[in-house]
């Protein structure tokens, strides 16, 4: 089946989600997360018949503040969590894809185009007791870049700093 575009969204979403996750992701990543990925529920006009659809669109929005496990558990009980819990990474810094609104030479007419947007965020992992989580790396990369993290693992930007050895 391929996937249709309208105004810049397609149909082909880069997450399904089962159970409130994103199946087969690197990171859990809760539905709830949706609109951050820019998957949104769309209007639709075919043959003069409206529906709904959901479709993909490349705005990109994680932010400040947003906590991200690479396990289910990581967001029950804390006990349970940190027993499950291999990584998790918190935005400390963010600004979302955006339109950017530029002339094309050639026709004269206003167009836009992608300006990607960025995350910063500390990555954690537990310490030896597995009591509580501490950071070991802090990374700066686009929008586009950190859903790829979350998706398959890739760290592709340098460490941006390392914090000194904690003792815990």
């Not at 949706?34 to 075919?46: A, F, G, M, Q, S």
């Given at each position: 089946?391929?996937?249709?575009?309208?105004?810049?969204?397609?149909?082909?979403?880069?997450?399904?989600?089962?159970?409130?996750?994103?199946?087969?992701?690197?990171?859990?990543?809760?539905?709830?997360?949706?609109?951050?990925?820019?998957?949104?529920?769309?209007?639709?006009?075919?043959?003069?018949?409206?529906?709904?659809?959901?479709?993909?669109?490349?705005?990109?929005?994680?932010?400040?503040?947003?906590?991200?496990?690479?396990?289910?558990?990581?967001?029950?009980?804390?006990?349970?969590?940190?027993?499950?819990?291999?990584?998790?990474?918190?935005?400390?810094?963010?600004?979302?894809?955006?339109?950017?609104?530029?002339?094309?030479?050639?026709?004269?007419?206003?167009?836009?185009?992608?300006?990607?947007?960025?995350?910063?965020?500390?990555?954690?992992?537990?310490?030896?007791?597995?009591?509580k989580l501490t950071d070991v790396a802090e990374y700066h990369?686009?929008?586009?870049q950190f859903v790829r993290f979350l998706r398959f693992g890739?760290?592709?930007?340098?460490?941006?700093?390392?914090?000194?050895?904690?003792?815990?």
């Open positions: 089946m391929k996937a249709s575009v309208s105004r810049g969204r397609s149909t082909e979403l880069i997450a399904t989600f089962e159970d409130g996750f994103a199946i087969g992701w690197h990171m859990a990543v809760r539905e709830c997360f949706k609109e951050e990925l820019d998957i949104k529920l769309t209007d639709r006009i075919k043959q003069n018949i409206s529906y709904t659809e959901w479709t993909q669109g490349s705005y990109f929005c994680f932010s400040e503040g947003q906590i991200l496990y690479d396990s289910k558990q990581g967001y029950s009980n804390w006990h349970d969590a940190m027993a499950n819990i291999n990584i998790a990474c918190q935005i400390v810094e963010a600004k979302p894809n955006m339109p950017e609104k530029f002339v094309n030479e050639i026709t004269g007419k206003n167009n836009f185009r992608l300006s990607e947007g960025y995350v910063k965020f500390v990555l954690f992992k537990p310490n030896a007791d597995r009591n990369m686009t929008q586009n890739d760290l592709e930007q340098t460490t941006s700093s390392i914090p000194e050895n904690k003792n815990g």
